[in-house]
Structures are given as structure tokens and as C-alpha cells.
């Protein structure tokens, strides 16, 4: 796991070294850089030593023979397989990493080495021989890559702050993105906040030539859809348990030590044992968070003694972090780690764990991260799987269904669930399943824009890029599985896994998400509605696979996540800066939001007329990312 940046145009020498500069904490083991000999390639890393710590791990990497070149993030977990078929072919190696497995299977067949890839990167390999640059990123986005077309070639790097370092990249608003972040909190892949600045898709590869985008193609497709799985539910708890146990011990390959998440539910505390299984008498150290203030508010339950309980009863080492209203203070580091105006403040707590852990000497994570997005597990797919109480009404009785749902107070838990679930009911099809993901109506967030932003958007609407989305699975039929295609290909890569690569690589760490090995994520999307989402239970069938591993109490605990009491802290800790950053002077002055339509907004949720408190966070994460990257110099 590293940080890669570099260039392909006209550029001067001196914009590599600063491209570098700007993820220097992606790597601290040590950097490197590569130039073409007429300049118009520039190549820089920063290394995060994982796999073969030797000198000979060090990037970018070069072939002697050909002058091909690789720069790459990331780690793949089957190298030793592919290895092993590229030397029974003849291929001699001079290290041991897995980088030059990638450079070797490069030089024996090109970009068809990409598919058979398993494992987590984003990679630029310069080829000489016919003056082309290729870069390309995992299939389902765990590693972030960034680029853009300024006059003078193309540039990319693996957050955007670098691109910022090319003063020819446009700073030009993209008008989308901010609706986008306002009505989902994150940004569907490939809008930035800026127009000129793009992300890579995942499964997705460029190739670049003399500084242009020459080639696109997808190497990778989300298993949608996928035949059905051909058994009964003890086969599918087998394979389930089978083939996740495969991934751990796939995603264990390190030359370091690797630790865990541990948050006491059911995904984390699956991965932690099974990991067991693969430690080689090595005890596991795992961390977790403490928090010193109730997240009852939003309707979570604390995650600390169950945590305790699974590491007490699978004999692992727990190191807690305590936490309270303090970890605030890190929001502006947060939003300049993110890269982008995230309206969630789970990144904090898992910035502060991944910091316990390297001071623990641990710089590799596994995280139940993906379980919920493949299996299911969010309250949205036991809302959709609800729908057949009442899909069958007709539209006049849905309409109402809305009205009366969107009429709950908002200051109650269960009745904020309610609204949420049946607040969009008189929407028909997959513009209904994409407003599950909305934080707000189209209806209540288009009036916050600014009449100049509105005004750009020309009747674009955000549901667009989900939709657009979801034309691609046209043959899945199954309601539930086209919402986790959406997970999947969107809230997990631009929110989730966004926000664990960065906490993670900011200070030093690499966290992996064995949930998202290829073979589990088929077998899950080949297994029929009942075993993921049954009655009011979501990852059923996990839970089933789990049931010899886990306590019980843990395996069927109340769902809950990296809560922090948020709608306390807009009241209280956030107070003075919701009203530094939404004052009607810093509004207007940006330019983006209708200061009247913000206070509104405002005046309505402190009624409890709406829940409209990551809303208002989105508000101001966006005006501190416009601070930060904008406002400031580089």
C-alpha cells in the first residue's frame, strides 16, 4: 500500500517532486521517481513496505531489457500463484514483491494481465516500446486514482490533492458533484468536486498517449447477475464459511504484522476468526474504539462490550481508544485526508484506530468492511424487502403513504427509520430503489442550491449516475440485488471504502476487505433473497456460517456502525463552527447555496420538522473543502 502521482505532456520536472510531496503519508518507508529519457513521462512513489521490504520491493520498477516501468498501490493477494505459473513458463525474478509479479505478467501479456489480478490497486505502467501509459484500479475500488486533462498532457495521482499541484488543473466548480454530495453525502464515481478532475472507475483501465486518453475499458464487472446458487441453505452456510475463509487467508500474505478491526459485529468479528486460522501461532492484535458519549440519539447501541466479548472469547489481543467530543477538533484534518467533502464523521473514529495501531507497530488492518453491501445488513434492504406490504397500491394511496411518512416527527429514532423507509413511496421502479441512498428530496435539496448553481444544471437531476448504473444490470431482475449492485458499485467504493484508504494510508496503515474477495462476492450475489435479507433479518446466511465461530448474542446483536452522536454535536461541540461555515456572509460569498433556503433548512430541523442534520453537515463540508483546497495554497 503506497502513494503513486505522475504525469504524461509537457510539464516541467519539478511538478513530479511536488505531486510526490502531497501523498508522502500514503508511504514512509521511502519514495522514488522515473523519468522518461525526453521527459514527457514522469513517474513518482511513495512506499508503504508491506511485501519484500528489501530494496528490491522499491519503486517505480523498472525492466532492464524493455524499459517498461510500473508505479503502483496496492497489494496482490495471488502474486505467489502467478509467480509461481511465470516462472514454470521461464520467467526469472530478481525479488520477491509482489510489483514485479505485475511488471513479469505485464511483459507476457500486456493489459490481459489485469484481469487476472486478485487484490486491491490502482497502477500506471509506462511502455516504452509503443510510447503508451497505462493505468488501471481494482474492480471494486478499495484503491482511489484520480486524473485529469490540463493543456499540457494528463495527469494522476492517488488522491486529488496532488493533481493540485499542476496549476494548470482547472479549479472550475462542478455544479453536479455539489448536488450529488448534498443529496448523498458522498459522490458517485467519476464526479469530483472539480470539472477538470475525474475518478477511475473501478475495473475500469485507461491507456495514454503523448499526454491524451487514447483507450477505456472495463476489465472488471460487479457479479450482477449471476446464476443461481444450486443448493439449500446448510450448502450455502458452508460455502459462505468456505470461501471467506479463503479470502483471509489470501489477505494475510504480509511481510509485517497483521492486526484486525474489532467493533464486536457480526462482519468484523467473522473476519477476526477466521483470521485466527491463518496467524501461524501469532496472536492477533486487534482495536477498537471506546466512545465517551451515548450514540442512543441515533438510535445505535455501543459497540465496546461486544467487542470485549468476542475478543475474551476468541483469545485476541483488544486495544481500545477512547474517544468523546475532542475527536471534533480533527475535522478540517479529516476533510483534507478525504479528498472529498464526506458528510460523515465515522472517518474520525477510524482515523483514531488505525493511528492506535500503528503506534502498536501494526501497518496492515483487516476490516469487516463489504459484509453489509454483499450479504445485506443496512435497515434500506429490510425496508425494500417491506415494500410488498404496499408496492401494490395504487399511486393516489402511495402518494399519501408519502405524505403521512414524510409528516413523522424527526426527532424520534423509529419515526426518522419510518420516514425514510416510506418517505419516497409514490415513486415507481428504480427511481424509488435510488431514494433509498438520498439524504434529502430532490424537492428540499434543489431549493438549497443557488440560483447561478441551478441555473448550470440545466433539469440534470441526481439520481442520473445511479441510474445510469442500474441500465447496466438490466437483466438482473431482483429488486434486492440491483440495490446491492448500488452498494456495491457505489456507496461502498465513494463512501466506505473511500474513507478507510484514506484514514488508513494517512497515517501509515493498510486495511484490506476480505468481504470483497471476486469468489465471495459471486457466491453472494448468486444466493437467493431469502438466505441475504430474511424477513427482518439481513446477512441471515452469514449468520449461519458463523454460528460454530461466534457467540451467539454477537452473531444476532442490534446493527451499528462507527455512530458518533451527531445530532448532539451540530447542537453543542459543532455549534460555533455550523455557524462560522452556513453564516449568511460565507453563503453568499461562495456562491453555491441559497443563504435563505440554508437557514430554513436550518429553523426546520432544530423543529424537528425534518432530520436534516448530515444534510447540514454535507452544507458544511463542502464550504471546509472549498477552504481547504480552493481558498488555500497547496
Known sequence: MCGIAGFSGRFERDLLARMSAAVAHRGPDGDGSYFSSDGAIGLAHRR??????SPTGAQPMTDSATGVTIAYNGEIYNYRELRAQLEAAGVRFFGHSDTEVILRLYLACGPDALPRLNGI??????DARDGSLLLARDGTGVKPLYYAQPPSGFVFASELKALLACAEVDRSIDARAVWLYLTYLWSPTPYTMLHAVRKLEPGCALLVRNGRIAERWRFYELPYPTPCFDGDAQAAALAVRATLDEAVRRQMVADVPVGAFLSGGLDSSAIVALARRHAHGQRIQCFTIETAHSTKEEGFVDDLPYAQRVAAHLDVDLHTIRVGPEIVSHFERMVWHLDEPQADLAPLNALMICELARSHGIKVLLSGAGGDDIFTGYRRHHAMVQERWWRWLPGPARTGLAAAARALPAGNPFFRRLRRALGDAELAGDERLVSYFAWLRRADSAPLLAPAVRAQLDGWSPIAPLMESLGAIQAERDPLNRMLFLEAKHFLC?????????????????VRVPFLDPDLMRLAASLPQRFKQHGAQGKWILK???RHDLPRDVIHRPKTGFGVPLRRWLRHELRDMVEDLLSERSLAARGLFDPAAVTRLREHDAAGRIDAAYPLLALCSIELWCRIFLDKKN
Open 48 to 53: 508503504l513496505a508491506i511485501i519484500d521490504l
Open 121 to 126: 490497486f490502482a497502477l500506471a505502467i509506462w
Open 494 to 510: 465513494d463512501h466506505n471504502l473511500n474513507y478507510t484508504d484514506k484514514m488508513g494510508m494517512a497515517v501509515g496503515v493498510e
Open 544 to 546: 449461519q456460517a458463523m
